[in-house]
């Protein structure tokens, strides 16, 4: 038997590595027997994908030696082991066949640069080999042809969606078939188990339950718990207020099944990792590493943060990043960029077809990933996978659009939201002010909130005036470090048990899910669901017992007008109901209003929702596999977004920041890991600036390797401040 290797290091033959990908597919099966694959093709391809990596180039490359022009890419000859006679005997329809072969051929995404001629040369070679290539596990499948039918295949061919059900259909199975090859090759190459199974989180959640109970023995699942439990087969979306247990909610709804859990910011997607996978008080504590991953651009650094948590970070997070484990938490872009139906989309498609998706804070998004959002539901639906919307408000464009484009889901009867009230609000007819807000300090915990980093940066320095230290800054525009700190910071004086009087200046980046408890909130109107939102932030979980805890100022406000922050509509809509609002304010007529601003009717004609329906249509005018990767990383990341590290921070961390660089300059394996806690560590001094406020000139770049530089920002810089770029009106733009 001849000794075919299909990599070197670690060296590792053919057989063998086929043999781990025969493991994982059992192990795959076994756990998620339902999935609506062909599970004899799947074998047949995870059997034949690699003996096309017996030509000579390939075994010379493997061996030591240098890539020969002339190698034909090894997917692109494994066809010629696919028994289609046999299939045909056994009454596939020609259909079904080219799936299999396509599933081969492209289990690797590579450019054709042979012609047919060389590529029918190859296949004939190849017959040598394997006339003395045994290997068992073949069976009866051992097939060898090197002239294929074109009926069968065509190397230039693709199976794409098509214009009817049928096609469509046979697409989705492509997509089933290749995708999950994928994710077994993937999981066989890195020695991981493609699935772990999730057979412990009903039990946690149950124990949970008995924990709460020994110090009330009343304790019980709250009515949205129940509800979502109820549901667990039901596409829904559910209302809810803070406080009603939306995160063991959507546990419960997930059950003992494959989920994700995304949020639309990393600190609270950071947060609820934090809950569920905390070692001492979070809801699975045991083999946290086989069953709950934290999935974002920065999971790396996180980990390192938990390391005493965890025993083998590199492993942990790859099959975090292989979507192994049974709970992933996650932002958007993680999961979502499928629906561009890139050049190797299907192992995330796949995966969602026998997946639970738990998409918190949905009126979070911008236009345009939740036009994303919308579009990818539809099609996970369409591949049995399932979604469950749990959010505190719910703008009516959103099931009017999920309806529209063919989503169906139940809608929950009635909102989650109790009778209590929290907030008694003031409209003010002015301009925000730092008169105003002075006169409330005495011993309070205040935040202020402005839409734009112009009117932040102003409002603080005014009042640091009059109480120094007492007065913090946060927005977007600080790099990570000081941005970490200040979110630490915010989290211990905004905790309920907090005493000390402080003042928080800060944009909308407070927003979203940070667990914190203010006793008076000053702000900018943005929009109604940007304030209803930030008015969270304030009396979180607390009655009113106060006379006015809200005060909103709705003249002249900043990030208002086309390409700002704020839709123009939407503002005059959400100040036009305002006038209507005075003293304490309930959950109930909180909802009332979002459903009066946001309805379709209502926002027909605004900026935004004309970017929702454009981005909508942007996704679907693409043809499959029209994209790269890359392209689609970019697009989520948003382009006109730049990683930069402020010139000041970059001349005085020059040797820390040299250092790292050097450390990710380094090659090989096994300087792997150096090279992730380096890019980890230099990230500290980085932030994402807006492209319209990095212009030509303003930055240098400083080469690391050949594929990668560092951006150096020509601006001022301070902890205290953030960037200040040398035009700063355009400061009024971001936030």
Request: glycine fraction near 6%; proline fraction near 3%; aromatic fraction near 12%.
């Amino acid at each position: 038997m001849n000794r075919y290797l299909a990599k070197s290091n670690p060296e590792e033959t053919i057989q063998e590595h086929t043999d781990n990908l025969l493991t994982n597919y059992k192990i795959l099966q076994e756990i998620y027997p339902e999935i609506p694959v062909n599970w004899y093709f799947l074998k047949l391809a995870c059997l034949t994908h690699d003996l096309g990596k017996m030509n000579v180039y390939f075994q010379e490359k493997v061996s030591g030696g240098r890539r020969n022009k002339k190698e034909i890419p090894h997917n692109y000859l494994s066809v010629a082991f696919v028994p289609y006679k046999k299939l045909k005997e056994e009454g596939y329809s020609k259909e079904e066949i080219q799936l299999l072969f396509q599933a081969v051929a492209r289990h690797h995404e590579r450019d054709i640069h042979f012609t047919l001629e060389e590529w029918s040369s190859e296949m004939r070679n190849l017959e040598q080999e394997w006339n003395g290539f045994t290997y068992e596990a073949l069976g009866e499948n051992r097939a060898y042809r090197n002239r294929i039918p074109s009926k069968y295949y065509q190397v230039s061919v693709r199976i794409f969606e098509g214009d009817n059900a049928q096609s469509f259909e046979l697409f989705i199975q492509y997509v089933l078939l290749k995708g999950l090859l994928n994710r077994i090759d993937f999981a066989a190459s890195a020695y991981i188990d493609v699935e772990k199974p999730n057979d412990f989180l009903e039990s946690a959640l149950n124990n949970q339950l008995q924990t709460f109970r020994k110090s009330n023995p009343d304790a019980d699942w709250k009515p949205l718990q129940k509800y979502m439990y109820a549901h667990q087969q039901d596409n829904i979306i559910v209302v809810a207020e803070t406080g009603m247990g939306k995160t063991e909610a959507g546990l419960l709804w997930l059950g003992n099944n494959k989920g994700f859990f995304t949020l639309p910011l990393r600190t609270a997607i950071n947060a609820i990792y934090d809950r569920l996978a905390g070692s001492e008080t979070g809801i699975i504590r045991e083999n946290v590493t086989d069953r709950v991953g934290l999935l974002h651009s920065e999971t790396y650094g996180q980990y390192l943060q938990r390391e005493k948590d965890i025993q083998d970070i590199e492993e942990y997070f790859t099959k975090t990043r292989q979507m192994s484990l049974p709970i992933t938490v996650c932002t958007l872009d993680q999961l979502f960029d499928f629906v561009f139906r890139y050049a190797g989309f299907e192992p995330k498609l796949a995966t969602l077809s026998y997946s639970k998706v738990i998409i918190d804070e949905v009126q979070m998004y911008s236009p345009d990933l939740l036009a994303y959002l919308i579009v990818g539901l539809s099609y996970i639906q369409k591949v049995g996978g399932q979604f469950a919307i749990l959010t505190a408000t719910l703008p009516g464009i959103i099931p009017d659009l999920l309806a529209k484009n063919g989503v169906s889901f139940t809608r929950a009867e009635e909102d989650f939201i109790s009778e209590r009230v929290r907030h008694s609000l003031e409209v003010v007819h002015e301009q925000i002010n730092s008169d105003f807000i002075s006169d409330f300090y005495d011993g309070n915990r205040i935040l202020v909130i402005c839409n734009t980093v112009r009117v932040a940066k102003e409002m603080y320095e005014e009042l640091e005036k009059i109480y120094g230290d007492e007065v913090k800054l946060i927005h977007s525009q600080f790099i990570k470090r000081d941005r970490n700190a200040k979110s630490d910071a915010i989290l211990a004086d905004g905790h309920k048990a907090s005493e000390g009087p402080c003042i928080w200046v800060a944009t909308q980046v407070v927003e979203a899910s940070l667990d914190i408890d203010f006793d008076l909130l000053f702000t900018e109107l943005s929009d109604l669901n940007g304030l209803f939102q930030r008015m969270g932030r304030c009396y979180r979980n607390r009655e009113l017992d106060v006379a006015t805890n809200v005060y909103v100022f709705d003249e002249k406000c900043s990030g208002i007008g086309k390409n700002s922050v704020i839709d123009p509509l939407i503002h005059q809509n959400s100040r036009k109901v305002l006038q209507e609002v005075g003293g304490a304010i309930s959950e109930a007529e909180k909802l009332a209003l979002i459903d009066r601003v946001y309805s379709t009717e209502a926002l027909a004609g605004s900026d935004y929702y004309t970017a929702v329906i454009d981005n909508i249509d942007y996704v679907q005018s693409f043809h499959t596999y029209e994209l790269e990767k890359k392209t689609v990383r970019e697009k989520f990341r948003n382009i006109n977004s730049v990683t930069v590290i402020p010139e000041p921070v970059f001349d005085e961390n020059r040797a820390e920041i040299e250092g790292y660089m050097a450390e990710m300059a380094m090659k090989g394996k096994k300087n792997r890991r150096r090279r992730m806690v380096a890019r980890t560590r230099l990230s500290e001094f980085m932030m994402d600036a807006p492209g319209y406020i990095v212009k030509k000139g303003d930055e240098k770049k400083i080469k690391i390797t050949k594929y990668e530089n560092i951006s150096v920002f020509e601006c001022e810089y301070s902890s205290n401040l953030g960037i200040t770029p040398k035009d700063k009106s355009q400061e009024e733009l971001f936030f």
